[in-house]
């Protein structure tokens, strides 16, 4: 009996013929595309192995004490090993920085004080940075609280105003902000040229700024990194890209040596820093989550391209276009309908290799403003490393697809939201 992969998505999905084909098709269309993808993971990849032989990585690394956590070699040997990574003088990887948001919030609040400023040159941050700061909700303790000041240089048209980055804008600005991720918003990422071109405006401006960016969902996805190019200290989740869909729960700050000491301190408490603080045993798979992570960030990519040719043919905009450069995992499609939102996030859950008989509905979630649906179930509560698809439920109703540790996984979610489409007459193929 002759073996058809086509019988098992009609058996078990409902997939019918002309759906397969046409994301066959799709994925023929972008040879070339992932033929450089391939070569961006192997630098990587290579990056990744020449830091675990530099800093003489073993398996005593895996053991880990109680208490104070002193004497956990994994520990400081993690932290070593993402500074080589990145290219900086000191890093604090630790499993009880809780998300990207906590991780930036860390930097934010470490260090600042009373009166001074903080400056955006890419438009407003996240939407859960902006109850951090104190631009909307009213949170407890937040930055606006405590009196820090914080200002913005809107994007136009998503693209960073440059002309407007000069001295007077940055005088006494004590940190710069930057987001490398498109968020919920409808940019693309900034590529680390664009990021570049910015950094060496601000530098030029004010060298006493503080230049942080936001790197969440972006390591990986170019040959540099936001330090290569000045950041004076980026942070971003180990439940995204630099994970691999294996790190169990952590974050990450990266950059130079006082600030990192500013961070520690915050983190724990002045005269300790990073000298308590236990790994939990989770060293193993942070840094196995590394170990894979150039793999599965370009296979995040290569999903986020189907899904974009696939959507472009189907004449509905997408960000990024299939052409254009990518600098973060996140693949934007405009819906212009509620209904289509919650289907499309539907069809991503019944894929999902957890909890794929859930449901998927809009509800309000803390740090949001609009109802937020998501659709999501990985191996990691919450990793967005793995195939998962989320969106504020607002005007023009975009859903932003992310992750993909396999992308034939994510090939047959594609299928299954076009023949949902197509069932629901939103498509014709």
């Given amino acids: 009996m002759k073996f058809r992969l086509e019988d098992i998505y009609k058996k078990e999905y409902g997939i019918d013929k002309n759906i397969v084909k046409f994301v066959n098709d799709s994925v023929k269309n972008l040879t070339k595309e992932f033929e450089d993808l391939d070569s961006i993971q192997e630098f990587n990849m290579t990056k990744v192995l020449n830091s675990f032989k530099k800093n003489r990585l073993s398996n005593t690394a895996f053991n880990w004490t109680t208490g104070y956590g002193f004497g956990d070699d994994g520990v400081v040997t993690t932290e070593k090993i993402f500074s080589d990574i990145f290219h900086t003088e000191d890093s604090l990887v630790r499993s009880n920085i809780v998300s990207g948001t906590h991780a930036i919030s860390i930097v934010l609040f470490a260090l600042t004080n009373y009166a001074d400023e903080i400056i955006s040159i890419t438009g407003d941050p996240y939407d859960t940075l902006q109850d951090v700061i104190g631009i909307s909700g009213n949170s407890k303790g937040n930055l606006k609280s405590r009196g820090i000041n914080y200002t913005k240089i809107d994007l136009k048209d998503g693209k960073i105003q440059y002309d407007k980055i000069n001295k007077d804008l940055l005088k006494n600005k004590k940190i710069v902000l930057l987001q490398r991720s498109t968020g919920y918003s409808n940019r693309s990422a900034f590529t680390i040229d664009e990021l570049e071109k910015a950094i060496k405006l601000c530098k030029k401006s004010n060298p006493n700024s503080i230049i942080f960016v936001d790197n969440c969902y972006g390591e990986f996805t170019e040959l540099k990194e936001p330090t290569d190019i000045g950041a004076d200290i980026i942070a971003g989740s180990l439940i995204k890209n630099i994970g691999g869909g294996i790190a169990l729960t952590g974050g990450y700050i990266t950059g130079k040596k ?172």
């Fill in 258 to 429: 006082d600030l990192i000491e500013y961070c520690a301190n915050y983190l724990t408490s002045p005269a300790i820093g990073k000298e308590e603080g236990l790994s939990f045993g989770t060293t193993r798979n942070v840094l196995q989550g590394l170990y894979f992570a150039p793999k599965t960030t370009m296979e995040s990519i290569k999903v986020g391209l189907l899904f974009s040719m696939a959507f472009s043919k189907l004449d509905y905009d997408i960000i990024p276009k299939v052409n254009q450069k990518r600098s973060d995992i996140v693949q934007s499609i405009i819906l212009k309908d509620k209904e289509k939102m919650i289907d499309f996030c539907k069809s991503i859950q019944e894929v999902c290799s957890i909890d794929s008989h859930i449901t998927p509905i809009p509800y309000l979630m803390p740090g949001y403003q609009d109802e937020v649906i998501m659709s999501a179930g990985g191996f990691i509560d919450g990793a967005t490393s793995e195939l998962s698809a989320d969106g504020p439920i607002r005007e023009p109703f975009i859903i932003y697809l992310q992750g993909g540790l396999n992308f034939y996984q994510g090939k047959l979610a594609l299928m299954n939201v076009l023949q949902k489409f197509k069932d629901k007459n939103y498509i014709e193929i």
